[in-house]
């Protein structure tokens, strides 16, 4: 079974940073695309930034050049450096894996608990 599991949400005023990261654990193959999706209240979910195994980023509009995405293949984690925060930017953040699986044999998509982040003065 793979896990993600994330940290380094909270609370911080406009302006502020963060950082979140997502270790991937269990039994791994190899883990390919890693991202941030991120739910607001009453809304939908929606990609926020993405990076592939070998770099590759992309990212919502509305974050670019305050968002940046990385990743540690050696950790098997991926981290969102979170800048400049807006109100708009509250939300539970969600860390997605597309994972090789060593016990399933199969590529599994695999999502984290959340981890809640409120931007306000």
């Known amino acids: 079974q793979v896990q993600l599991v994330e940290s380094g949400g909270g609370l911080v005023q406009p302006g502020g940073s963060l950082r979140l990261s997502c270790a991937a654990s269990?039994?791994?193959?190899?883990?390919?695309?890693m991202g941030w999706y991120r739910q607001a209240p009453g809304k939908e979910r929606e990609f926020v930034a993405g990076?592939?195994?070998?770099?590759?980023?992309n990212y919502v509009n509305s974050v670019k050049g305050r968002f940046t995405i990385s990743r540690d293949n050696a950790k098997n984690t991926v981290y969102l450096q979170m800048n400049n925060l807006k109100p708009e930017d509250t939300g539970v953040y969600y860390c997605?894996?597309?994972?090789?699986?060593?016990?399933?044999?199969?590529?599994?998509?695999?999502w984290g608990q959340g981890t809640l982040v409120t931007v306000s003065s």
């Open positions: 990076v592939t195994s070998g770099g590759n980023t």
């Open positions: 997605n894996a597309n994972v090789l699986s060593a016990a399933a044999g199969m590529v599994l998509q695999v």
């Open positions: 269990g039994r791994i193959f190899r883990v390919n695309a």
